[in-house]
Nanobody
Framework: QVQLVESGGGLVQPGGSLRLSCAAS????????MGWYRQAPGKERELVAAVTRVGNTNYAESVKGRFTISRDNAKNTMYPQMNSLKPEDTAVYYC????????????WGQGTLVTVSS
């Protein structure tokens, strides 16, 4: 069984920063692409950023220049860094990983709430 666990969410003031993490545990061969998603109240879940196994990244336009994403393959962990946070970044943030065992499947974390408010 493979689990993804997010951590690092919380309350932060506008303009502040948060560093999240998403750690994978369980039995698997490797993790290919990892993605960071968010879902604000009343809105669809959207892709915020993604990182390939070799470190190539892409970002949603709304977070370019403010968010960065990295990963440590040895630790099976992804690290989204969120800077210059805005109230509209308030959402539940989820990670997703492309898990390789004897087959391929996608696993989701349970989500972590980020609230940007003064």
């Amino acid at each position: 069984q493979v689990q993804l666990v997010e951590s690092g969410g919380g309350l932060v003031q506008p303009g502040g920063s948060l560093r999240l993490s998403c750690a994978a545990s369980g039995t698997f061969l490797s993790i290919n692409d990892m993605g960071w998603y968010r879902q604000a109240p009343g809105k669809e879940r959207e892709l915020v950023a993604a990182v390939t196994r070799v470190g190539n990244t892409n970002y949603a336009e709304s977070v370019k220049g403010r968010f960065t994403i990295s990963r440590d393959n040895a630790k099976n962990t992804m690290y989204p860094q969120m800077n210059s946070l805005k109230p509209e970044d308030t959402a539940v943030y989820y990670c997703k990983g492309q898990i390789i065992t004897h087959r391929y499947f996608e696993a989701w974390g349970q989500g972590t709430l980020v609230t940007v408010s003064s």
